[in-house]
């Protein structure tokens, strides 16, 4: 039976990510609780854990949706645990949450163009205006939006309203919407949650296909099979706790992993146990 211990890796490697100690409470949970985690540049990390976990808010501390009580964040060897959201995403932290979140009555296309704003330079306030920096700028970004959308197998969507796509498509336009804003660092909410077979495989592609070009990923997902196929490496959460770490084949026999997953009904999807 494998040990909770990692292999050894990356020792020597300057991380992307790294939190140290990060601490969020609500109300008396520990929702985060003390967790340090180190990303290596171009890794494809899985953060998986039972529901309520604290992956989510993990995510949020990470993209400045939510601020910690406690540790620290550095990116790019810079500290961004006070700055806003908007500062970590012009660093190049992107994120795609849980729950898909649109912009009703705007077209596929015009849902990704919003994610340009971390490295346009013109304001909101200039193009809902439309001044001129914005009128510069706007074909760029519709190039850039047009080549996210490519890239997430939505062109032929692109001129579709936004809430007519089936979910699996939502989840790909959240990504493309991610992309278009140019990131190093991009956080996946469970991205695979709701999809079916093809619209799985699909993504998997995606994610690998991103990874070849070196972009830094951290995923969550319930399902260590999908895991399994595009992660090399896995943290494991627990009641705000990383409770290990390691290849998903060494998580899966890990004593204190199966057991955070008993006596949930998932135990046996998640980590084919039972
Ligand atoms: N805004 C909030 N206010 C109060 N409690 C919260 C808030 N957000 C999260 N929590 C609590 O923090 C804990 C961690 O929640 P979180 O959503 O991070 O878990 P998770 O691992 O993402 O779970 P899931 O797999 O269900 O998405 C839970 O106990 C949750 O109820
Ligand atoms: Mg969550």
Known sequence: MATGRAPERGVESIMLLETKM??????????????SLSVEPGELRALIGPNGAGKSTLFSLVSGHLQPDKGTISFDERRIERMKPAARARLGIAITFQTVHLFQGMTVLENVMVGAHSWTRHE????????????REEPLIRNRALEALLRAGLEPWAGARAESLPLGKQRALQIARALCGRPKLLLLDEPAAG??????????????????????????EHDIGFVSEVADWVTVLDMGKVI???????????????????????ADDVLGTR
């Not at 909101?124 to 009128?135: D, I, K, Q, S, T």
């Not at 999809?195 to 830094?216: D, P, Q, W």
């Open 22 to 35: 990060l601490l969020r409470s609500f109300g008396g949970i520990r929702a985060v609780d003390e967790v």
């Open 195 to 220: 999809l079916r077979g093809e619209e799985r495989r699909v993504l998997a592609e995606l994610l690998l296909g991103l990874r070849e070009e070196g972009l830094t990923m951290v995923l969550v």
């Open 124 to 135: 909101f306030v200039e193009a809902a205006l439309r001044l001129p920096r914005y009128f």
């Open 244 to 266: 290990a770490e390691g290849t998903p084949a060494h998580v899966r026999e890990n004593e204190a992993v199966i057991s955070a997953y008993l006596g949930s009904a998932t």
